[in-house]
């Protein structure tokens, strides 16, 4: 029998527009809340569509509670892209450094998509610590006949001012 937070949250995260304090109402409704974002966009629910794992994940990135910021790194590398890519955004709303390593991987592998690579500079450029900037800058330098993203409009995009307005 599910809890009065687990319907409560699900509810939430099933509805076609999930309002913009959403997260922080979720927050206010205490751990046992949180937990169930936090499972839910670990896709533990049995069932669960894959719109409600990812409003959880792209929730998560508005949460500064300590057990969405221990979620998040564990989506980066999720096997769905969506989830990876919305674990990535979420980990730059967060300035979640713990994810800082999952997402240089992408840019160090030859096969990742270009979307992927162009995410994770842009996740990295917003938690900007040392250990992100020197990540982007080692990516910057990167031959693109080496890492063949590197030379994508999409992740040129990202480093291109006028595209940022």
Same mark, same amino acid.
């Given at each position: 029998m599910p809890?009065?937070?687990?319907?409560?949250?699900?509810?939430?995260?099933?509805?076609i527009e999930?309002?913009?304090?959403?997260?922080?109402?979720?927050?206010?409704?205490?751990?046992?809340?949180?937990?169930?974002?936090?499972?839910?966009?670990?896709?533990?629910?049995?069932?669960?569509? +894959?719109?409600?794992?990812?409003? @959880? %994940?792209?929730? #998560?990135?508005?949460?500064?509670?300590?057990? !969405?910021?221990?979620? $998040?790194?564990?989506?980066?590398?999720?096997?769905?892209?969506?989830v990876s890519?919305?674990?990535?955004?979420?980990?730059?709303?967060?300035?979640?450094?713990?994810?800082?390593?999952?997402?240089?991987?992408?840019?160090?592998?030859?096969?990742?998509? +270009?979307?992927?690579?162009?995410? @994770? %500079?842009?996740? #990295?450029?917003?938690?900007?610590?040392?250990? !992100?900037?020197?990540? $982007?800058?080692?990516?910057?330098?990167?031959?693109?006949?080496?890492?063949?993203?590197?030379?994508?409009?999409?992740?040129?995009?990202?480093?291109?001012?006028?595209?940022?307005?």
């Amino acid at each position: 029998m599910p809890t009065e937070n687990e319907i409560r949250v699900l509810k939430l995260l099933s509805a076609i527009e999930i309002p913009p304090t959403a997260a922080q109402t979720i927050q206010t409704w205490g751990n046992e809340a949180v937990t169930v974002v936090c499972e839910a966009a670990l896709g533990t629910y049995p069932g669960l569509r +894959p719109k409600v794992r990812n409003n @959880a %994940v792209a929730l #998560l990135g508005l949460m500064n509670h300590p057990q !969405a910021m221990e979620t $998040v790194p564990l989506l980066i590398n999720d096997s769905n892209s969506d989830v990876s890519i919305r674990a990535m955004r979420a980990a730059g709303h967060q300035n979640n450094v713990h994810g800082i390593e999952k997402i240089g991987q992408f840019l160090r592998r030859k096969e990742s998509p +270009p979307l992927i690579a162009a995410e @994770a %500079v842009s996740a #990295l450029l917003q938690i900007d610590s040392d250990n !992100a900037r020197a990540s $982007v800058a080692e990516y910057m330098a990167a031959n693109p006949r080496e890492f063949p993203h590197r030379g994508s409009a999409v992740v040129e995009s990202i480093f291109t001012p006028s595209a940022k307005q």
